[in-house]
């Protein structure tokens, strides 16, 4: 697929990511953190609502803007094809809760369902590592179910070594997860 751009969110994309929100049938959006848009009770079905939400992923990046409690500043980028939206990628700027120590990590993305099998990923991946190395990090972590084996061969072919598979009874009665998860680390030097 040519034509492919990693750009910052933009309130300009709200149908493209509408659309995007209908394929994904009430599972987690991966990368996009619309937790924040339930956080503040804002519906991203609603034009000024998902302009307050654009905004607030644009704001977590800047160096003077505090996050809500209990997050970390974070930079967020969004692929897109012309004017449609095909996955975002977050990329937390330090691991600062239990939460993204044991399970989140520092990079999460993810692709709309429609978009997958182009090596979407990868492109979105290898955008955040340029940012984290930007931001001067020595290296990030990364994290995937055990059985998405797609996610586990982009995180390796962007240079991901596996630290170990923690057991869903490590990690699930604290996080809620119901599968073993992969734990990479990325060295950015």
Known sequence: MTGIELIEPTASLHASFIRSTAEWAGTDQDGASVFFAAKYGWDLHNADDFAQWVQLLKDLETPDFTPPEGF???????????????????????LGNDFLREVGGHIGYGIRPSARGN??????????????????LPRVMLTCNDSNIASARTIEACGGVLESIAPVSEIGPRFGSREDLRRYWIELG
């Open 119 to 136: 090596r979407l990923a990868r492109i979105a991946l290898a955008g955040s590592l340029e940012q984290a190395r930007n931001l001067g």
């Open 72 to 94: 970390v500043a974070q930079s967020t980028l969004w692929l897109v094809h012309g004017d449609e939206y095909l996955g975002a990628a977050s990329l937390r700027h330090e």
